[in-house]
Structures are given as C-alpha cells and as structure tokens.
C-alpha cells in the first residue's frame, strides 16, 4: 500500500518537473540571443530546430546518468511530441493530416538528435568543433553564417553541455534548473574549448 502511494507521489513530482523542465529548455530556445546575434532564422523552423539541439543536449544528459530512471526521459519526450503537435495546430494544420506532420516532426527530431551525437562524439577539440559546425550547419540552415558566428554557436552548445552536467539528477528531477543567459552559457564553452577571450 506504502509503495503504491509513493509511486503515485513520485509519478505527480516527475509530471510537475517535466513540465518545468520543458517550459525552461523552450524559453532558453526562444531567446533573442539566438536569432538577433547568431542569426538562426526566427520561423517556426528556425524554432523547431533550436528546441531541438536543446532538447538533444538534456536528453543526453538523462540518458547517461543511471540514477534517472528512462521512464522519466520517455515522459519529458512525450510532453515535448505533445506542445509540437499543439504548435502544429495553432500554424492552421488540421487533425486530417496531423499525423503525417508528427511523425515528420518527429523523424526530424531523431534525425537531427543522431546528427548532434555523432558530432559531439568526435574525439579531439579541433576535429570535435569542426565536426559540431558541420552538423549545426546542416541542421540549422546556417550556410550563410559567419565563421564568428558559428564559432559563438559551438561554444554556446559545448557550455550547455557543461551547463547541464552541474545539476544532480536530485535537481533535474525535481525540475531545478537554471542554466543562465546563452551569452554566458557561451563564455562557458569557449573556456572548455581553450578559444581566447572574446573568441566565443
């Protein structure tokens, strides 16, 4: 009876923390930061793709620590297929072809999650960077971005990764998280990376 009732407890706190969880990796998403000093296009696409890299990145963190249950990763999965399917219908797509546009929508998201992980597991930090640039090029539709640019972008995503390993899985499941503004998040790569000052 004990059991049941914790397990129920602990089922209402991973809802609460996954939903907390979401909200603060899709406002990260949408900061300015992004789309006026990167210049990732502002579109539900550039959006997408953005949440995306942020949703790849906490989801790689979860998955490699044994102390968060997989459950609790397929939840937070689930509440991000969830807020893309109502994104979906508020641009005007209609419950017809709603299906073809998740599934599309959500090989994407895998497509692109596999991308990034082949990328940042390449060995070495001058082969790591180039081959993160490369992907985030491809999967950002960034062929016109500046090398300043990109490198900022680099450095932002090695910081979060940084970023997400500070917090215990205690906090993560608790949905404590506070990862900062991204221009900070990107001072943080560049100082793992070994790049000067002013060159994140």
């Known amino acids: 009876m ?3 009732a914790k397990a129920l407890t602990q089922g209402r706190r991973d809802r609460k923390a996954v939903k907390v969880l979401y909200e603060i990796v899709t406002v990260q998403a949408l900061d300015p930061w992004f789309y006026n000093e990167i210049g990732i296009d502002s579109g539900f696409t550039g959006r997408f793709d953005l949440t995306a890299l942020h949703a790849h990145i906490l989801f790689d963190r979860l998955r490699n620590d044994a102390n968060i249950p997989k459950r609790f990763s397929q939840k937070l999965f689930e509440c991000f297929l969830g807020n893309w399917d109502f994104a979906l219908r508020e641009s005007g797509v209609g419950d017809m072809s709603m299906s073809k546009h998740i599934k599309r929508v959500t090989q994407g998201f ?8 082949k990328a940042l597991a390449v060995p070495g930090a001058e082969d790591g960077q180039a081959a993160l ?3 985030l090029k491809r999967n950002l539709n960034l062929g016109q ?6 490198r900022r972008l680099v450095s932002y995503v090695v910081g979060l990764q940084v970023s997400f390993r500070q917090f215990s899985a205690e906090d993560l499941r608790a949905g404590r998280l506070d990862l900062g503004k991204p221009s900070q998040i990107a001072h943080i790569g560049a100082r793992k990376l ?5 060159q994140e």
């Open 2 to 4: 004990f059991g049941i």
């Open 110 to 117: 895998f497509g692109r999650a596999n991308a990034y992980a």
């Open 133 to 135: 640039s490369e992907a």
């Open 145 to 150: 971005m500046q090398d300043a640019q990109l």
């Open 194 to 198: 070994g790049l000067p000052e002013g």
